[in-house]
């Protein structure tokens, strides 16, 4: 009977053990559950999201450029082959041949001749008709080299814009599927943190005062304000934060690349001591841009879901001036 019980027992602690097992296993996942978003790691990843949108644009101004080339080698091919065919007309299929197969070509008809006078007569003229030949020959080969070379460079750029293509498709994808995961993060933040991320205004409570070019330029950035932002956005009415600041400077006169980091190189480095309005602000990794507006504020496009604002100067690192 004792037995039965002290069985009975182990059996109970087997259980209990076994269910507090169980607990724990299913226990651990809770304890390594993503953290809770904070508006740092939301900025931190849109800034991420950003840099991925200027890395699209870079492409775009690739493909740009090498839709050029391939306009430009288009325009060459079809001026070679004019030459080519001019060529080829005049010395005709069969003489190609002829000189390709028998170099010694009508001088063969010659040797049966009885007249040795007529055989020499006949052999100057065949040289001097070789000479020519040859001559057109070489030329020939000359332009049919070059439109071969001129065909090939223009499938390595046919290649090349394919490939772009992709690389900014699988790219946006990317940023569409990164972006919709930070909108659920936000709307998991309290009211006050996201007021806190959403911090910029499209009200100016002062009059910006620059000089030269520069006023130009932020009265055309400060014209956008309440403009919704757009990955890729260069205007009218949609902008990205470097196609802003790229519009905004070419509205006076000056033309800036199309990308955050180009940009940057573009500018004369100063200090956060000399900035003046009209100077360009960025982010240390080039992943956002905006324009100085005098007294600590910025212009600038933000991101999606957002409008060009007006925004205070933290997060910005590195300083640049135009002209």
């Not at 991925?52 to 306009?71: C, F, H, L, W």
């Not at 007309?89 to 007249?115: C, H, K, R, W, Y």
């Not at 400060?222 to 932002?229: D, K, V, W």
């Amino acid at each position: 009977m004792r037995l039965s019980r002290d069985r009975a027992r182990s059996r109970a602690l087997v259980a209990v053990s076994s269910l507090a097992i169980v607990g724990a296993l299913f226990a651990f996942p809770s304890a390594q559950a993503d953290p809770a978003p904070t508006v740092e790691s939301i900025e931190a990843a849109l800034h991420k999201i950003e840099a991925m949108n200027e890395q699209v644009n870079q492409i775009g101004v690739r493909t740009k450029q090498t839709r050029n080339e391939i306009a430009d080698l288009s325009d060459d091919i079809s001026e070679a082959l004019v030459g080519y065919n001019q060529q080829k007309e005049q010395l005709s299929t069969a003489i190609v041949q002829q000189q390709m197969d028998a170099p010694l070509g009508p001088t063969v008809n010659l040797f049966g001749s009885g007249d040795p006078e007529q055989f020499l007569a006949g052999l100057g003229a065949v040289q001097a008709l070789n000479s020519t030949r040859a001559d057109a020959l070489e030329q020939f080969g000359e332009t049919s080299k070059a439109l071969k070379n001129r065909r090939s460079q223009l499938e390595d750029r046919q290649d090349e814009l394919a490939d772009a293509k992709k690389q900014s498709a699988k790219t946006r994808k990317e940023i569409r599927k990164q972006y919709e995961a930070i909108k659920a993060q936000i709307e998991q933040l309290s009211p006050a943190d996201q007021a806190k991320l959403d911090s910029g205004s499209t009200e100016l409570d002062f009059e910006p005062v620059a000089s030269g070019r520069a006023q130009t330029a932020i009265n055309f950035a400060l014209a956008q304000l309440g403009e919704p932002y757009a990955w890729g956005g260069t205007g009218p009415n949609r902008w990205d934060c470097s196609g802003l600041v790229m519009k905004a400077w070419a509205a006076a006169g000056i033309s800036l690349p199309r990308v955050v980091g180009p940009q940057y190189a573009a500018t004369r480095h100063i200090s956060a001591s000399q900035l003046q309005p009209g100077d360009l602000v960025f982010y240390g990794g080039m992943s956002h841009v905006g324009m100085y507006i005098g007294k600590g504020r910025v212009v600038h496009a933000p991101r999606p879901g957002r409008s060009v604002e007006i925004t205070g100067l933290g997060g910005y690192s590195k300083f640049g001036r135009v002209g």
